[in-house]
């Protein structure tokens, strides 16, 4: 079975500054899909980012972009000129015979 | 609509209880998917439907929860005699197509508490 790995269950960034989420991810799949979600307090998960994983070349998505390194199964997230509005819990998810969420990563931004 | 709605938003069951939550996707999407959220963890998938098909059940934990999507587009999840340990955040997704081709869409989950 698939599982999906975020080893980073809280983080923190100033306003303005660029953090980095971590999502490492086992399957023996060829073919996928991979997600970032946002679930803020509302609790509306919202889809932040996909990647293919046939594409090498790296998603990106505004002030969002992804560091896609399929050999080592690492999904990371990047997230430039952090936003109070970007503080939200964020999963990183694997779409392939099953569908699985990572555990999630608080990120709280600092004014 | 505008998006997928779930209701009710909050839900207080007594143990023993049974309870019914609803689905309604956006208009057209075929596939609709329901997780349970534990609190502070990630969602668990529960079961999907395409259309009005459930292709897959394999995450609901006990015979106590059933599922249907009758017309291929309401759906309810119902679970039966609730127990404590069936608190948690429902949440509902529906999409286009199948999940990784298109985007999925998160209603706001009903958050169900048992007492």
């Known amino acids: 079975a698939q599982t999906v790995t975020q080893s980073q269950p809280e983080m923190s960034v100033q306003e303005a500054e660029t953090v980095t989420l971590s999502c490492t991810y086992d399957t023996s799949e060829s073919d996928y899909y991979l997600f970032w979600y946002k679930q803020p307090p509302s609790r509306q998960m919202i889809l932040v980012i996909r990647?293919?994983?046939?594409?090498?070349q790296n998603a990106t998505e505004n002030r969002f972009s992804v560091n896609f390194q399929k050999a080592a199964k690492s999904f990371s997230l990047k997230i430039s000129d952090s936003q109070l509005g970007d503080a939200a819990m964020y999963f990183c998810a694997y779409d392939g015979q099953n569908f699985v969420f990572g555990p999630g990563t608080r990120l709280s931004v600092l004014p | 609509g505008a998006g997928v709605s779930q209701s009710p938003r909050y839900k207080v069951a007594k143990r023993g209880q049974d309870v019914a939550l609803r689905c309604d996707p956006i208009?057209?999407?075929?596939?609709l998917f329901w997780y349970q959220q534990a609190l502070g963890q990630g969602p668990e998938f529960l079961t999907y439907?395409?259309?009005?098909?459930?292709?897959?059940k394999s995450g609901l934990p006990s015979d106590r929860f059933f599922a249907e999507r009758p017309e291929g587009s309401v759906s309810t999840l119902k679970i039966q005699r609730t127990q404590q340990e069936d608190s948690a955040v429902y949440l509902c997704?529906?999409?286009?197509?199948?999940?990784?081709?298109?985007?999925?869409?998160f209603g706001q989950g009903t958050r169900l508490t048992v007492v």
């Open positions: 439907f395409q259309n009005e098909a459930q292709l897959d």
């Open positions: 208009s057209g999407h075929v596939s």
């Open positions: 990647q293919e994983a046939y594409k090498q």
């Open positions: 997704a529906s999409s286009l197509e199948g999940q990784g081709d298109t985007e999925a869409f």
